[in-house]
């Protein structure tokens, strides 16, 4: 039984929603989140076939597909983006990329409808250039903010204008084992221990996550909610921005020795 989307927030033509329990079996927790305006819908970060059912169950209750005018995808990993074929034949969305993806995301396609008498998928997948910029949906405006090397090196954000939600894809993630992904963070410190091992290895270095920290602190967002685990809000989006400033990552903890080869990794069983 699927928990009903968790309203991030809600006025009369306008709502954030996020769905935060789809995900059954062994893939990582994952967060899927829809925008309705006035109607028309968006969804980030759909994720693959794991979600895809039970993720079209949920969205038709708040916007029929049909009005599904964009699938934004963050980047370019299964758990964002692997159901694309499916929403491609099932709705009208348009799909809002990196450009540096654009063109790799139609090896998700099958050939037959890749075609030109197919879905036309030249004009369905939209390859943002660095700078991301405007989307227009109903009559709000989600922003595509630039958040490369956070962690895939061509990597969006999007900040929704009337909520003032920043959805964060895999920044501030937290990997959690029990049904909390809906409850903002309360312990920032306790919940640390939640986040620093996949931010350690996932971004690409402290000059990033240090940059783009001072981009959002200018934004004035009313929460940071990533893609797993529990989203940011009030002082505790201070604490997240100050902590990934000051954290080193990525390349900053390689030397060469994280490129020897280890010797007979694998043993060959009869
Ligand atoms: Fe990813």
């Known amino acids: 039984m699927f928990k009903r989307a968790v309203p991030l927030y809600e006025d009369d033509s306008h709502s954030c929603l996020a769905f935060v329990d789809l995900v059954k079996g062994s893939g990582i927790q994952s967060n899927q989140f829809m925008i309705v305006n006035n109607k028309r819908s968006a969804l980030i970060d759909p994720g693959g076939d794991l979600t895809f059912g039970a993720l079209t169950i949920e969205v038709a209750k708040y916007s029929s597909l049909d009005n599904l005018d964009y699938i934004l995808a963050s980047h370019q990993d299964p758990d964002i983006i692997a159901s694309l074929p499916k929403w491609l034949i099932k709705s009208p969305a348009k799909v809002i990329t990196s450009k540096l993806w ?7 396609v099958p050939g037959y409808l890749n075609d030109e008498t197919g879905i036309s ?13 405007s989307i227009k949906l109903g009559n709000s405006e989600i922003i595509a903010v630039p958040a490369h090397f956070l962690h895939s ?25 029990d049904n909390s992904a809906a409850e903002p963070v309360l312990n920032f410190k306790k919940h640390i221990l939640n986040m620093e091992g996949f931010h350690k290895r996932y971004m690409t270095s402290n000059k990033a996550c240090r940059l783009w920290a001072g981009v959002v602190k200018s934004l004035n967002v009313s929460m940071i909610v990533p893609q797993h685990g529990k989203p940011f809000a009030g002082e ?14 990525g390349i900053d903890l390689i030397d060469e020795s994280f490129y020897q080869p280890q010797v007979s990794v694998f043993e060959q069983t009869a």
């Open 236 to 249: 505790q989006i201070y604490e997240f921005l100050d902590w990934i400033s000051n954290l080193e990552c």
């Open 121 to 133: 998928l030249n004009k369905r997948i939209i390859g943002l250039s660095d700078k991301g910029g």
């Open 102 to 108: 654009s063109r790799f995301l139609p090896h998700l």
């Open 153 to 177: 090196v061509g990597n969006f954000q999007f900040f929704d204008v009337k909520s003032r939600i920043l959805f964060s894809g895999d920044m501030g993630a937290s990997l959690i084992e």
